[in-house]
């Protein structure tokens, strides 16, 4: 019998090898940056809670997945984004993504109630909102399907040398996605420059990550095609915006995509149709006692001197704000018939 080849020796060094980004530290915000955090994370922490309001109410139809508890992580990382050249995508829980990239939240509420004045003509509702002129590209109903649309977006900025960089949110569910593996591959191959994004709040739809996943560490996923990965306490919105700029960096260098584990987690259920009977009430509200986002920072903002009253007048802003864009989404008219037939080709035909 012919013997076995004898074993190649490995070409390339083991990854925990390889250069990787630094460690993140905690961003050191100025006082007027914590605020500027804490009016953002307050604004979409009460977007949210109006939204379940008119779902509840009926004015709200289809699924509308709520980013309660979430607020960090978008607000921390995208606040380290240049809107003027750099593009985000997202999956369907994109409410948040858009008011922290300061979209105006009466067209947001306006497309949440079917509205024509809605960010997408009322067409695309909570799962489909987009705009161009925001750089803010969906908005995703299938599952993992945006984190191949983001490596497009990506090969696009690299294409057109035009600067920027895409930042492609997922969830722990979609990452056992398998088009997710195949945008790992490719982004790498060609050194795209994107950030994609775990949003691990814990639970795909109802079924926890460890359960899941047999790798539930998320930010080692890409490993094997030498993405490095950094887990980010995703509850902290400095922590957040310390990861952001150190994965930037990466990027901008032309080094190749970078993976962002963000653990956090939701407090109301996968959609508001789901009533989240697989975990307690006990384990949602020591989240909240122990992690809230927008506590912390109440707490570091305390220690600026910013007193109870100077909160109590942002609440009662941000709470005007809200209430005047669903007074909007209410009173404007719904998309004409016509409407139906638009956006639908590039070209007229």
């Known amino acids: 019998m012919a013997k076995a080849p004898p074993a190649r020796a490995i070409a390339e060094p083991p990854i925990t090898n390889r250069e990787r980004p630094a460690e993140p530290k905690p961003y050191e915000a100025s006082k007027d940056e914590l605020l500027a955090f804490y009016k953002q994370m307050l604004l979409i922490r009460r977007f949210e809670e109006k939204a379940g309001q008119l779902y509840g109410l009926g ?110 949110y997922f969830g722990d569910g979609a990452a056992n996605q398998g088009q ?85 987690y939701r407090y109301r259920g996968h959609s508001m149709s789901d009533p989240a009977k697989y975990r307690t009430r006990d384990e949602v509200q020591a989240v909240r006692d122990k992690s809230d986002p927008i506590d912390h920072i109440k707490k570091l903002l305390d220690e600026q001197g910013v007193t109870e009253a100077d909160l109590k007048s942002i609440e009662q802003e941000i709470r005007k704000t809200v209430n005047e864009a669903a007074d909007f989404a209410e009173q404007t008219p719904e998309p004409d018939v016509a409407e139906l037939y638009t956006d639908v080709l590039v070209e007229s035909y």
């Open 59 to 168: 004015l709200i139809g289809g699924f509308c997945h709520l980013y309660i508890g979430q607020e960090a992580v978008a607000v921390g990382l995208q606040s380290a984004l240049d809107g003027e050249t750099d593009s985000v995508i997202t999956g369907y829980r994109d409410h948040g993504h858009m008011l922290a990239y300061g979209i105006d939240p009466k067209v947001i509420m306006a497309e949440l109630t079917g509205r024509g004045s809605g960010i997408s003509k009322g067409k695309g509702g909570s799962m489909h909102m987009f705009s161009t002129e925001h750089k803010f590209y969906g908005g995703h109903g299938i599952v993992g399907a945006q984190v191949s649309l983001g490596t497009g977006l990506a090969f696009k900025h690299k294409y057109s040398n035009d600067g920027g960089i895409c930042m492609a």
């Open 180 to 264: 997710v593996y195949e945008s790992f591959n490719m982004a790498e191959l060609w050194k795209l420059p994107i950030i994609f994004v775990i949003e691990n709040n814990q639970y795909a739809m109802g079924t926890s990550v460890n359960r899941a996943s047999a790798e539930d560490q998320l930010y080692r996923r890409g490993e094997s095609f030498r993405i490095p990965g950094i887990q980010v306490d995703g509850m902290d919105v400095l922590a957040c915006r310390g990861a952001a700029e150190e994965a930037i960096a990466w990027v901008r260098a032309g080094k190749g995509p970078v993976i962002l584990e963000m653990k956090t």
